[in-house]
């Protein structure tokens, strides 16, 4: 059974290339521009989120505590994704399992899934 991957990004051209490299990689995805839509999670968990800092609506530092600070999706990882320069100190801040700066390498994004998901 694939692994479930989470996209949340507020860029559709983001989300449609890492979708796609994704799904090629073997992986169940699952995609939102909409960051809020990340605390309502209850059933059909994913094992492991990707998110973008900077959204419409919730920003991602908010929604990953959130998910960090709920029992039911405390273990998922999360991977922050931006392409601010603070990111890993923001990565930290809020709770998040690892972060990737923006533009990165898919072979590096890649490598990263995989070491949470094994």
Avoid: H
């Avoid at 860029?11 to 169940?28: N, Q």
């Avoid at 709920?70 to 923001?90: F, G, M, Y």
């Amino acid at each position: 059974m694939a692994n479930k991957i989470l996209i949340a990004d507020d860029d559709p051209a983001i989300l449609d290339v890492v979708t796609i490299i994704l799904e090629d990689a073997g992986y169940e995805v699952n995609s939102t521009e909409k960051g809020e839509e990340l605390l309502d999670m209850k059933e059909n968990l994913p094992d492991l989120i990707l998110l973008d800092i900077w959204m419409l609506g919730k920003d991602g530092r908010d929604v990953c505590r959130n998910i960090k600070n709920n029992p039911a999706t405390q273990n998922i990882p999360v991977l922050l994704v931006s392409a601010n320069r603070d990111i890993k100190k923001i990565a930290k801040e809020c709770l998040a399992d690892s972060y990737l700066a923006k533009p990165f390498e898919m072979d590096d994004l890649l490598a990263i899934i995989k070491k949470y998901l094994n």
